[in-house]
C-alpha cells in the first residue's frame, strides 16, 4: 500500500524532482503554497511532511507545527540550504521537525531517510491505536 507524502517548496523544480524521487513507492502530492498544504492536513493522512525551510509566505518551521498539531503521528523532514542548516538544529530540538536534510541531497541517503520516517510513523500510529484499543 502507497504512504501517503506531502511535500511542501516554493521552488518548482525541487518539487518535481522530488515527486519524481519518491513516487515508485508512495503517493506524492506537491504544494508550492504552504496554506494550500496545511489544508490539505486537514482533511487527508499524512504519513510524511518534506518542508522546506526558507519560503516567501510562511517560513517551514511554522509549516510543520501547523502539521504536527494537525496530525501528531506524521513524520516531518525538514530540507534546507547548506546555510541553514545550524539554524534548523533548533527544530529538532524542539520536535518541530524530526530529521534535517540539506538541499542538495544524495538520492539514496534521501530515499532510505524517507522510508525510515514512514515506518516510524506508522509505528506511532500504531501504538496510538492500541493504547485506545486497551
Known amino acids: 500500500m502507497k504512504k501517503n507524502i506531502v511535500i511542501i517548496d516554493d521552488d518548482e523544480a525541487i518539487l518535481r524532482s522530488l515527486k519524481r524521487l519518491l513516487s515508485t ?43 504536527k498539531l494537525l496530525q ?3 513524520s516531518r523532514l525538514l530540507i534546507t540550504g547548506y546555510a541553514e542548516l545550524e539554524a534548523s538544529k533548533s527544530a529538532l530540538n524542539n520536535n518541530i521537525a524530526n530529521m534535517i536534510t540539506a538541499k542538495p541531497w544524495d538520492n539514496f ?18 501504538q496510538c491505536l492500541e493504547n485506545v484499543s486497551s
Open 72 to 74: 501528531p503521528n506524521c
Open 25 to 67: 513507492n508512495n503517493h506524492v502530492i506537491c504544494f508550492s503554497d504552504p496554506l494550500s498544504a496545511i489544508e490539505y492536513a486537514k482533511q487527508n493522512p499524512i504519513s510524511l511532511v518534506i518542508c522546506d525551510l526558507l519560503m516567501p509566505a510562511v517560513s517551514g518551521f511554522a509549516v510543520l507545527e501547523d502539521i
Open 109 to 126: 541517503e534521501l530515499t532510505m531517510l524517507v522510508d525510515i520516517l514512514i515506518e516510524n510513523s506508522h509505528l506511532k500510529l500504531n
